[in-house]
């Protein structure tokens, strides 16, 4: 269809989400200073520099020692090995371990040249300057091997990973202070609606509290995104045009709410008409049909219905992959877990639905249950639910107990006291 053609197009939901895909380029790199980059997407795999650990060292206090000397040792026939010194952690030993002798060591403390186990301090007995042991030790028995971590070269974390707090500790401990991630993609939003009015305003007879834009802005912020401005106007087609085109100039990606359905007041339909690169769909999904989708000049605008399960719907299956594609994600979507149908979910054959459920425990599998009517404005189950099911577009009716898919959210939290 042409570019702004007022005819929305039909398309599957597979046949949407890979129209988005296919137009998702990784935005430029950036280098940031390790300390930030959690949750941020590794444009270069990092292999080690060097094994970790560096040392090999001790897991316990007790003694550095040789296997040899405590092969035969038992509680009739206790050894008896000289203390000839006490190694710190960061103060490597200054001589070798000799027959005979043993070495205070505490937990990280490098091994001494010629000890090969370690004998833990609960297991000793100290006599002045000797110590006994009762039992043998196994060579490297409490040793924590040089490289036995991470071998020297080894690639530690590969390109596309999504850093953790935890990937922070392998890359400062191999000395790296900076690393080459994907931009956080820069996000316009427009809110559109006669009807619209600030959280703060006085209500009056017809109009509701915007609770799309702050929902909008924290899904964007937690997909990785940057929100660069938030606009909400009325439904006038000239003024949502230049906020549109304001944004195309200044963000990666634009979000409009609302006004691309049916109705006889959608200026969002209306506007991008006249910009091009943009065309209307009516994607056979369940919330969130109506819907505008383009790639202006390289840019991506995403037309989201008005109501907030629709647009919370349409951000998770559409919008959120395409935000974390642009950053270099090599895991775009949510993780998907499988449940059970705590009760039957009604459904329609030819459209994918998705259906906001709690979690429960089951067994083998947890338990889905609708967390509360599928009606596309409540916004309650939408804060009670833990995920979304997915309701594969084959299937009419999943009957109690069958198996499905849900796209994560969070974990429910520990049952109230």
Same mark, same amino acid.
């Given at each position: 269809?042409?570019?702004?053609?007022?005819?929305?197009?039909?398309?599957?939901?597979?046949?949407?989400?890979?129209?988005?895909?296919?137009?998702?380029?990784?935005?430029?790199?950036?280098?940031?200073?390790?300390?930030?980059?959690?949750?941020?997407?590794? $444009?270069?795999?990092?292999?080690?520099?060097?094994?970790?650990?560096?040392?090999?060292?001790?897991?316990?206090?007790?003694?550095?020692?040789?296997?040899?000397?405590? !092969?035969?040792?038992?509680?009739?026939?206790?050894?008896?090995?000289?203390?000839? %010194?006490?190694?710190?952690?960061?103060?490597? %030993?200054? *001589?070798?371990?000799?027959?005979?002798?043993?070495?205070?060591?505490?937990?990280? %403390?490098?091994?001494?040249?010629?000890?090969?186990?370690?004998?833990?301090?609960?297991?000793?007995?100290?006599?002045?300057?000797?110590?006994?042991?009762?039992?043998?030790?196994?060579?490297?028995?409490?040793?924590?091997?040089?490289?036995?971590?991470? $071998?020297?070269?080894?690639?530690?974390?590969?390109?596309?990973?999504?850093?953790?707090?935890?990937?922070?500790?392998?890359?400062?401990? &191999?000395?790296?202070?900076?690393?080459?991630?994907?931009? *956080?993609?820069?996000? =316009?939003?427009?809110?559109?609606?006669?009807?619209?009015?600030?959280?703060?305003?006085?209500?009056?007879?017809?109009?509701?509290?915007?609770?799309?834009?702050?929902?909008?802005? =924290?899904?964007?912020?937690?997909?990785?995104?940057?929100?660069?401005?938030?606009?909400?106007?009325?439904?006038?087609?000239?003024?949502?045009?230049?906020?549109?085109?304001?944004?195309?100039?200044?963000?990666?990606?634009?979000?409009?709410?609302?006004?691309?359905?049916?109705?006889?007041?959608?200026?969002?339909?209306?506007?991008?008409?006249?910009?091009?690169?943009?065309?209307?769909?009516?994607? $056979?999904?369940?919330?969130?049909?109506?819907?505008?989708?383009?790639?202006?000049?390289?840019?991506?605008?995403?037309? &989201?219905?008005?109501?907030?399960?629709?647009?919370?719907?349409?951000?998770? %299956?559409?919008?959120?992959?395409? &935000?974390?594609?642009?950053?270099?994600?090599?895991?775009?979507?949510?993780?998907?877990?499988?449940?059970?149908?705590?009760?039957?979910?009604?459904?329609?054959?030819?459209?994918?639905?998705?259906?906001?459920?709690?979690?429960?425990?089951?067994?083998?599998?947890?338990? $889905?249950?609708?967390?509360?009517?599928?009606?596309?404005?409540? &916004?309650?189950?939408?804060?009670?639910?833990?995920?979304?099911?997915?309701?594969?577009?084959?299937?009419?009716?999943?009957?109690?107990?069958?198996?499905?898919?849900?796209?994560?959210?969070?974990?429910?939290?520990?049952? !109230?006291?």
């Amino acid at each position: 269809m042409a570019p702004g053609d007022a005819t929305p197009e039909t398309l599957s939901f597979e046949a949407a989400a890979a129209r988005v895909r296919a137009a998702v380029s990784p935005l430029p790199t950036e280098r940031i200073e390790v300390a930030e980059a959690a949750g941020r997407a590794l $444009a270069r795999e990092v292999r080690a520099a060097h094994p970790l650990p560096p040392f090999a060292n001790s897991a316990m206090d007790g003694i550095a020692a040789r296997a040899a000397d405590l !092969a035969v040792a038992s509680t009739a026939a206790p050894a008896i090995l000289r203390v000839v %010194a006490t190694i710190a952690a960061g103060h490597p %030993a200054t *001589r070798p371990l000799a027959a005979g002798e043993a070495m205070r060591i505490m937990t990280g %403390a490098p091994i001494p040249d010629g000890a090969d186990t370690i004998v833990p301090v609960e297991d000793l007995a100290f006599d002045g300057d000797g110590v006994r042991v009762t039992a043998p030790a196994p060579p490297g028995a409490f040793v924590r091997g040089a490289g036995l971590d991470l $071998a020297a070269g080894a690639v530690a974390l590969e390109r596309g990973r999504t850093l953790s707090p935890h990937d922070l500790a392998v890359l400062a401990s &191999l000395g790296v202070d900076e690393v080459e991630v994907g931009r *956080r993609p820069r996000v =316009a939003i427009v809110s559109t609606g006669d009807e619209l009015v600030a959280p703060d305003a006085r209500l009056v007879p017809g109009a509701i509290r915007d609770g799309n834009t702050p929902m909008l802005a =924290a899904l964007v912020a937690e997909a990785g995104g940057f929100v660069v401005g938030t606009t909400r106007l009325r439904d006038d087609p000239l003024a949502v045009s230049e906020a549109v085109r304001t944004g195309l100039a200044e963000a990666d990606v634009v979000l409009t709410i609302g006004g691309v359905s049916e109705g006889a007041f959608d200026p969002v339909k209306e506007a991008i008409a006249s910009i091009g690169g943009i065309a209307l769909w009516r994607v $056979a999904m369940k919330p969130g049909r109506p819907q505008a989708f383009g790639a202006p000049a390289g840019r991506l605008f995403f037309g &989201l219905p008005g109501n907030p399960a629709s647009v919370a719907c349409v951000f998770e %299956a559409l919008v959120r992959p395409a &935000l974390r594609m642009l950053q270099g994600h090599a895991d775009p979507d949510r993780p998907r877990i499988p449940v059970r149908t705590a009760t039957a979910i009604a459904s329609r054959a030819g459209r994918t639905d998705f259906v906001r459920v709690t979690l429960e425990p089951g067994d083998p599998l947890p338990l $889905a249950r609708e967390a509360g009517a599928g009606v596309s404005g409540h &916004l309650m189950p939408q804060s009670r639910a833990h995920g979304l099911l997915v309701v594969p577009a084959d299937v009419a009716t999943l009957p109690a107990g069958a198996r499905a898919d849900v796209w994560l959210w969070r974990w429910p939290g520990a049952p !109230a006291a």
